[in-house]
């Protein structure tokens, strides 16, 4: 059933959604202003390097997260004593987190500020990470979970626009590329390896890893904040 909507996509896309000439022409008109227009702007290493604090922490707080959110529900069956349907009606509520958390996120990056908007969700995934190792299952467990759903998707609605805001034209799929790369391939590459641990100190020890990482890396988000937030004296 899940695939029926894919497989009617494909022929929408080639029937319902094509571009008329003129629309074509401008957007192709427009790529090569915007790549004129980048030559101006410095390189890859010069684009990084202002922004290196904030993606390489949001790279390392999506490392943690991968293994913790893939074996939630292990972690809730065999340490919290759920069964496994309730495991996976309850790692659901992360699901519906990330509804709130996209829009939250997206709107927060727009009215607030986005660099602000992403330390906020890159400081607050620590402790919710070390209260989801060490809680019992009981509501407030419940309501971490929640959070933790609506801080997984606000990392990505204001990340993803900071990336825009700060690459120029050219640069911006490489940088996107190598974000997500890193980000979200790099974690499919730490899984195992979390996995091969838990066969060796057990599931319960390496979220209590994760969890003290997490609290780590919130620090780290603080002092990182400190410099990308500071606001410039005035001088008398």
């Not at 069956?77 to 509804?99: E, H, K, N, P, Y």
């Not at 019992?136 to 626009?161: C, D, H, K, W, Y």
């Not at 890193?182 to 390896?193: A, E, K, R």
């Amino acid at each position: 059933i899940l695939s029926i909507p894919a497989l009617a996509a494909a022929p929408l896309i080639l029937t319902r959604l094509k571009l008329p000439a003129e629309v074509t022409t401008k957007n192709a008109q427009e790529q090569a202003v915007n790549t004129k227009r980048g030559m101006d702007f410095p390189g890859l290493a010069g684009v990084f390097r202002p922004i290196l604090g904030v993606v390489a922490l949001s790279i390392v707080v999506a490392l943690v997260i991968g293994p913790a959110m893939t074996f939630l529900p292990l972690f809730l069956i065999d340490q919290r004593g759920l069964s496994t349907a309730a495991a996976a009606m309850w790692v659901s509520v992360i699901r519906g987190g990330g509804l709130i958390g996209s829009l939250l996120g997206g709107w927060l990056a727009d009215k607030w500020d986005r660099t602000k908007a992403i330390f906020l969700v890159l400081i607050a995934t620590g402790p919710v990470l070390f209260l989801i190792a060490v809680l019992p299952f009981n509501p407030l467990l419940v309501a971490m979970l929640l959070l933790f759903g609506i801080l997984l998707a606000m990392r990505e609605s204001t990340v993803q626009p900071f990336l825009m805001d700060r690459t120029p034209p050219h640069l911006r799929a490489t940088v996107f590329g190598i974000y997500f790369g890193f980000g979200m391939q790099g974690s499919s590459v730490i899984q195992p390896l979390a996995g091969n641990f838990m066969d060796i100190i057990g599931i319960d020890g390496v979220f209590n890893i994760v969890g003290w990482t997490g609290i780590g890396l919130s620090v780290l988000g603080v002092i990182t904040a400190r410099k990308y937030l500071r606001v410039p004296r005035k001088h008398a």
